[in-house]
C-alpha cells in the first residue's frame, strides 16, 4: 500500500509502502505496527512533524516528532486502533446473537456441554484456564448432516460468550471472480485476524478446503492457502474463535485434519427425544397452540433435524392462520394438524445418512 495524502494535509515527499512505514516508526520509536495501520500513521506522524516545527519556530528532526507522536497520543491511538476495527467490523457484516439462543439448545443435546466444558468456560474462566495451563481452542469444525443445528450453535456461542459474530461465505470471496478467491480469502483473514472478541464462522467449509487428491488446480490454492492460514489463528494473544462447518467432513483435506490445525472436530447429528422435546417446547411456545398430545409429537419426530421440526411448525401455524382467514373465528393447531403436515414430509435423517454419520463421528471426531 502506498501512503496516501489528501489534498489539503501537509505534503509528505516520499511515498513509501506500509512495510517502508512500520520500519521507519520501529527504527525511530522501537514501536511495531502493523503496514496498513504504520501507513496511515506515517502520515499523522509527518503532519505533527510540521505541527510541532510550527509550535517551536524551528524544524524539528522526523524522530523527534515521532516519539512526540507516538507518547502523547498513546490514547489516541488506541481510540484510532480501536476505531479502525469497528471500520473492519462494519465492513465484514458483524452482528451480535443474544444469549438466549443458548438456552434454546437442550443442555443433553451433543455437543451442549462438550462446548461448555472445551470451549465457553475456558474462555470465561481466564485465571482459572491459566492456572491449569489450559489453552482455549481457536479453531474448531463442526460437521453433520444438513439443518442439525450446527450455524445455530456457533450463532449460540458468540451470544454467550458476548463476541462479535462475522459469517466469511465462499461466495462473499468469490465476488471478484473464482481465481481471485486464494487472495481474496488471505485478505479477509488477515484483517479478520486483528479484531478482539469475535467468533468468525465458515459454513460450507468443504468449498474452501477440498481434498486436494481430487481437486482442480484452483481449489488445491485455495486449500494450500487455508493450511497456512488456520494456524495463524493460534498464534494470536486476541479474542478469537474461528468455527468452520461442513456437511461433507470427508471431502476435507487430510492435512486440514490433522492435529496442529483445527483443535476440535465436533459432530453434530440427530436428537434424542428429550432434545427434540426442548425444540418443540420452544417452538409450540410461539403458535396457536390447542389441544396437543406431546408425545405423539415427540415420537412422530423421531428423524426430524431442527430444520424439519422448523420447517413442520411453519407448515402448521400457516394453517391454522389460512383457516381463521377462512373462518373468521380463533382456530388453534391440534395434533391432527401436525400428522397431517408430517405425511407429507421427507425428514432429514434416512437410515443411510444415520450410518454414515456415525462413520463419520468414529472416524473424524476429536475433541
Ligand atoms: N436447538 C434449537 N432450537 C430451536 N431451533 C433450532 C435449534 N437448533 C437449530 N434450530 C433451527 O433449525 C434450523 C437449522 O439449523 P442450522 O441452520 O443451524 O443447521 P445447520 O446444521 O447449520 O444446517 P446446514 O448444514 O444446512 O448449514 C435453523 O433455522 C435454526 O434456527
Ligand atoms: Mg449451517
Known amino acids: 500500500m502506498r501512503c496516501q495524502v489528501s489534498e489539503n494535509s501537509v ?120 492456572k491449569h495451563g489450559v489453552n482455549p481452542p481457536r479453531t474448531i469444525i463442526f460437521f453433520g448432516p444438513p439443518g442439525t443445528g450446527k450455524t445455530h450453535f456457533v450463532r449460540a456461542i458468540a451470544g454467550v460468550l458476548s463476541w462479535w459474530f462475522i459469517e466469511i461465505s465462499p461466495s462473499m470471496l468469490m465476488e471478484d471472480g473464482a481465481d481471485k478467491l486464494g487472495a481474496n480469502l488471505r485478505r479477509t483473514l488477515e484483517k479478520v485476524r486483528k479484531l478482539q472478541d469475535v467468533v468468525i464462522f465458515i459454513d460450507e467449509f468443504e468449498e474452501l478446503a477440498y481434498c486436494r487428491d481430487e481437486a482442480d488446480r484452483l481449489d488445491k490454492c485455495i486449500t494450500n492457502e487455508f493450511l497456512k492460514q488456520v494456524p495463524l489463528f493460534k498464534n494470536q494473544s486476541n479474542r478469537l474463535l474461528l468455527v468452520c462447518a461442513t456437511n461433507y467432513i470427508r471431502h476435507l483435506d487430510p492435512a486440514l485434519l490433522r492435529p496442529g490445525r483445527f483443535d476440535c472436530i465436533i459432530p453434530v447429528g440427530g436428537l434424542s427425544a428429550d432434545e427434540r422435546k426442548t425444540i418443540l417446547d420452544y417452538y409450540l411456545s410461539r403458535i396457536n397452540v390447542g389441544q396437543i398430545d406431546f408425545n405423539i409429537l415427540v415420537a412422530q419426530t423421531a428423524r426430524f433435524t431442527p430444520a424439519d421440526i422448523q420447517y413442520l411448525f411453519e407448515q402448521v401455524a400457516q394453517l391454522a392462520f389460512d383457516r381463521e382467514v377462512a373462518q373468521g373465528k380463533d382456530c388453534k393447531v391440534n395434533t391432527e394438524d401436525f400428522l397431517n403436515v408430517m405425511a407429507r414430509m421427507h425428514p432429514t435423517l434416512t437410515d443411510e445418512i444415520i450410518e454414515e454419520f456415525e462413520k463419520d463421528s468414529l472416524t473424524y471426531s476429536r475433541v
Open 11 to 130: 505534503k509528505i515527499e516520499e511515498s513509501l509502502s506500509g512495510e517502508e512505514c512500520s520500519s521507519k516508526i520501529f527504527e525511530m520509536s522501537g514501536a511495531k505496527f502493523e503496514p496498513e495501520v504504520a501507513c496511515e500513521l506515517w502520515e499523522k506522524i509527518q503532519q505533527h512533524k510540521w505541527l510541532l516545527s510550527e509550535r517551536l519556530s524551528r524544524d524539528v528532526g522526523a524522530r523527534t516528532a515521532c516519539i512526540d507522536f507516538l507518547e502523547n497520543m498513546d490514547q489516541a491511538v488506541d481510540e484510532y486502533l480501536s476505531y479502525k476495527r469497528k471500520d473492519v467490523l462494519n465492513e465484514m457484516g458483524a452482528q451480535t446473537f443474544s444469549r438466549d439462543i443458548w438456552d434454546t439448545i437442550s443442555d443433553s443435546q451433543p455437543p451442549k456441554q462438550l462446548v461448555n466444558r472445551r470451549i465457553i468456560l475456558p474462555l470465561t474462566m481466564e485465571d482459572l484456564s491459566r
